[in-house]
């Protein structure tokens, strides 16, 4: 591979993340590798795609796929590698002397990443830095059942460092609403979960505010934020479609937190504004890069871009200014959250009506035509994400034909599958992160 910049690897993901990082680095003259436990990732077909490698599947061996990591960043025109979801970060940042032996590592020290990848640390940390957040407790310690509340598991990652040694493929489960009165079976959720997941009570807005950041030792190079108006679903979950903004209080209140945490690389800040008092209250911190990171290129801000300067030792000559009000989509997304209005039903989150919820899509599609994969000069991973959903959805439509679909299975008591719904904790569609 001929490339004047050197090569970057960035893993493949489902998200437009990937993607992003290829359409802002190859024009620069950066070779581009795509690893991936699945060829059908739609960044291997980008035009800006120079190379596929097929990876080991982190869900069901981190280990594995951090030494597989480790061993294409060996290649000498390799410069860096860059985080898009939970599992690269962690083995980057637990493997970070032997990764710095190879190639430039911005991201963040494993005892830094450990505080934002255990919730219950992450919140401690937002309480030191004067950052709000709502109250939060392990499952064990909550007792006050007669609030709005919602269940979500302690770490961001199921990884041998967090659950213990020999953790394979184990589902800490998603994110659960509970209405008040009903105290669950915590005995049984531990075990399902395979470790005590952490309670939180409800804050009543579905809207997401997302401070984005890249750091460089504690210090912010680059900043950007957004309100997401729609997700995935309609109570929440991945971006489908967002809006840039610049509100002082939601910048304040992420640098606060970063620099708390004496941040280095990435980091998405996710907040929720709490309706009775206006405040921003902290709900995650995602460590790597994010699914909307295509529009915040679209906005003015090519983190890929400034990555990649941070990597090689060149300075950010100023903090790059950005568009406010202007709207992005992912339109897989957008079929999603009609879906979900369509077909699912959340304790405590209002369910809009289907024919306001397809008028807001149609009306802010026309009005903001901005794509995360959609683009023109770069078609076919739009194309090949299209047909990845096609055969997602109609694979989901044949489990439950045949009446196997794992959500609805009650495992047995005795050794229960971590994650698996029971009476005690009744199905609910999982709200995802960004």
């Not at 004047?4 to 990937?18: I, K």
């Not at 934020?225 to 840039?244: D, T, V």
């Not at 957008?334 to 369509?342: F, I, K, Q």
Request: some cysteine; overall charge negative; glycine content about 8%.
């Amino acid at each position: 591979m001929e490339t004047t910049e050197g090569s970057v690897l960035v893993p493949g993901v489902a998200a437009p993340s990937t993607v992003a990082c290829l359409r802002s680095l190859g024009p620069r003259g950066v070779g581009t590798i795509v690893g991936s436990e699945s060829p059908s990732t739609p960044a291997a077909v980008s035009a800006q795609c120079d190379a596929f490698v097929e990876l080991p599947d982190p869900g069901t061996d981190v280990d594995a796929y951090g030494e597989a990591l480790l061993a294409i960043a060996r290649r000498p025109e390799v410069r860096t590698v860059i985080p898009v979801r939970e599992e690269d970060v962690y083995v980057l940042s637990r493997n970070r002397e032997a990764f710095a032996a190879e190639v430039a590592t911005p991201w963040p020290s494993f005892e830094t990443l450990r505080r934002v990848q255990d919730r219950l640390e992450l919140f401690a940390a937002a309480e030191d830095a004067g950052v709000a957040a709502p109250e939060t407790r392990s499952l064990e310690e909550w007792d006050d059942w007669s609030r709005e509340t919602i269940v979500k598991p302690r770490y961001t990652v199921a990884a041998p460092a967090y659950l213990g040694p020999g953790t394979g493929r184990v589902d800490v489960g998603s994110t659960r609403y509970r209405s008040p009165g009903s105290p669950p079976d915590v005995e049984a959720i531990v075990r399902r979960r395979g470790h005590v997941p952490i309670v939180q009570e409800y804050v009543r807005d579905t809207r997401e505010y997302g401070f984005f950041a890249l750091y460089d030792h504690g210090e912010p190079l680059a900043t950007f934020q957004h309100c997401q108006h729609r997700g995935y679903k309609y109570a929440g979950g991945p971006s489908a479609y967002r809006e840039s903004t610049a509100i002082p209080a939601l910048e304040d209140a992420g640098l606060a937190l970063l620099d708390h945490l004496e941040w280095h690389g990435l980091a998405m800040v996710e907040f929720l504004r709490n309706p009775d008092t206006g405040r921003f209250e902290l709900m995650e911190v995602n460590p790597r890069f994010w699914s909307s990171l295509p529009f915040s290129v679209r906005a003015g801000v090519d983190f890929p871009g400034l990555y990649w300067q941070l990597a090689t030792g060149r300075k950010v000559e100023r903090m790059p200014a950005y568009d406010v009000g202007i709207g992005g989509h992912l339109l897989r997304g957008e079929l999603s959250y009609l879906h979900s209005v369509a077909t699912e039903e959340y304790p405590l989150v209002d369910r809009p009506a289907f024919a306001t919820a397809l008028r807001d899509v149609a009306t802010s599609i026309a009005r903001e035509r901005r794509f995360d994969y959609a683009v023109a000069e770069d078609p076919l991973p739009f194309a090949q994400d299209g047909w990845n959903t096609l055969q997602a959805y109609a694979g989901e439509r044949l489990r439950e034909y045949r009446g196997t679909d794992l959500d609805d299975v009650e495992p047995p008591a005795a050794d229960a599958t971590p994650g698996r719904p029971t009476a005690s904790e009744p199905p609910q569609p999982p709200v995802d992160r960004e």
